[in-house]
C-alpha cells in the first residue's frame, strides 16, 4: 500500500512517515499543496494523508482539487482545527475522515486501515491461499499452521500478491504500490525480496504459491 503523506513541518512528516514505514506501507512526502498536486499526477496512490494547514495551496483546496479532477483515493486530514465548522468544510471538500491534532499514532493507524477498507466493501481482512494466510489487520502471516517472520517490506510485498492472488501482477504495479520514490527502476530489488518470499513461503512446501511470469511479473497461486 503506497501513501503520500502531505506535511509541511518537516519533523512531524519525518516521525509520522518513519512510523507508517514500519508498518508495511510506502510513503511519498509532499511539503506544500502544489507538490502534492503535482504527486498525485504521476503517481497512482492508495490513501492520501492531508494536512490542512499548508503553504502554496491548503489541504481544503487541494482535497477539492483532486476531488474536481475525478480523484477518489480516499484522504485522511490531519489539522489543529478542531471545530465542527472546520471537519464540515473538510468533509464538503470531499475529505474522507478528519483526525484532529495532537493525535496517537496507533489512531492515525487504525484510521488508515478503517480507510482502505471501506475504498472497497469486498476487500477481506484475512487472506488465505491454499494453506497460506495473511492476515492484514495484525500483518501476521502463517502458512501450514506455522508463524511466518517477515520484514516489513517483504510483508508488503506478500500482501500486494495476496490482494491479488491469481492474478498475474507486474513489477511496474509493484514498484507503484509497494515502494516510494525512492525506487530505483533499474536495480533488481523486486526479485532480491521475491527470492527471500519464497525461501520463507514456500521453501520445502510441496505445493509452491509463488511464481514468477518471465518478462510478465508474479503471481501468488496455488499450482497443483
Known sequence: MRI??????PRM?????????????????AEDGN???????????????????????????VCRELRTRGDATPILMLTARATVDDRVMGFDAG???????????????ARIRALLRR???????????????????????????HEVQLTAKE??????????AGQLVSRAEIAAHVWDDSFDPFSNTIEVYMNRLRKKIDGSHAIKLLHTRRGEGYILEAQH
Do not use: W
Open 4 to 9: 503520500l503523506l502531505v506535511e509541511d513541518e
Open 13 to 29: 512528516a519525518n516521525v509520522i512517515a518513519k512510523g507508517l514505514r514500519e508498518n508495511a506501507y510506502a510513503v511519498d512526502i
Open 35 to 61: 507538490a502534492a498536486l503535482y504527486q498525485t499526477s504521476i503517481n497512482d496512490y492508495d490513501l492520501i494523508v492531508l494536512d490542512v494547514l499548508l503553504p502554496e495551496r491548503d489541504g481544503i483546496e
Open 95 to 109: 475529505a474522507d475522515d478528519y483526525l484532529t491534532k495532537p493525535f496517537s499514532f496507533r489512531e492515525l493507524l
Open 119 to 145: 475504498e472497497s466493501q469486498l476487500r477481506p481482512d484475512i487472506f488465505e491461499i491454499e494453506d497460506l494466510i495473511v492476515d492484514s489487520g495484525s500483518h501476521r502471516v502463517s502458512r501450514a499452521n
Open 155 to 164: 510483508y508488503a510485498l506478500l500482501e500486494h500478491l495476496a490482494r491479488h
